[in-house]
C-alpha cells in the first residue's frame, strides 16, 4: 500500500531532480570553444552567434583575466567558453612584452 508520505517524497525527489537539470541547463545554454568565436580586432571581442539572433560576446581583457562566461545582450542566454586559460595569459604576457620592444625600438 503506498502511503500519501510516499507520494510526497517522490513527487519531491521528482521535482528536485527536474529543478536540477533546470538549474545546470540555465547556468550554460552551450559549451564552445574560443576557435569557433569569430574575433573583431578593432573591438578586441569574440562574438559566437546566439540562437535568438544576436551574438554571445566576451572581450580578450576577459578572457585573460578568466572569465569563461560569454553572454548575449539581448536574451539571458549564457555560454561556458572552453579556452586554455594558461596559454591565454601566457599569450597575453607575451603580447604586451612585444608592445614593449615595439616601444623600444620606436624610441630609438
Ligand atoms: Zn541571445
Redesign the pocket.
Known amino acids: 500500500m503506498i502511503t500519501d508520505r510516499m507520494c510526497v517524497l517522490n513527487l519531491y525527489l521528482s521535482s528536485f531532480r527536474e529543478f536540477n537539470y533546470y538549474r545546470i541547463m540555465s547556468v550554460y545554454h552551450d559549451e564552445v570553444e574560443i576557435e569557433d568565436f569569430e574575433y573583431d580586432e578593432d573591438e578586441e571581442v569574440y562574438y559566437f552567434p546566439?540562437?535568438?539572433?544576436?551574438?554571445?560576446q566576451i572581450s580578450k581583457a576577459e578572457l585573460a583575466a578568466g572569465v569563461e562566461e560569454a553572454t548575449?545582450?539581448?536574451?539571458?542566454?549564457v555560454i561556458k567558453v572552453i579556452y586554455d586559460k594558461e596559454a591565454f595569459a601566457a599569450k597575453q604576457e607575451e603580447l604586451i612584452r612585444d608592445e614593449e620592444k615595439q616601444l623600444v625600438t620606436q624610441k630609438v
Not at 50 to 56: K, L, S, T, V
Not at 72 to 77: A, Q
Request: charged fraction near 10%; glycine fraction near 8%; aromatic fraction near 8%.
Open positions: 546566439c540562437p535568438c539572433g544576436d551574438q554571445f548575449c545582450p539581448s536574451c539571458s542566454l
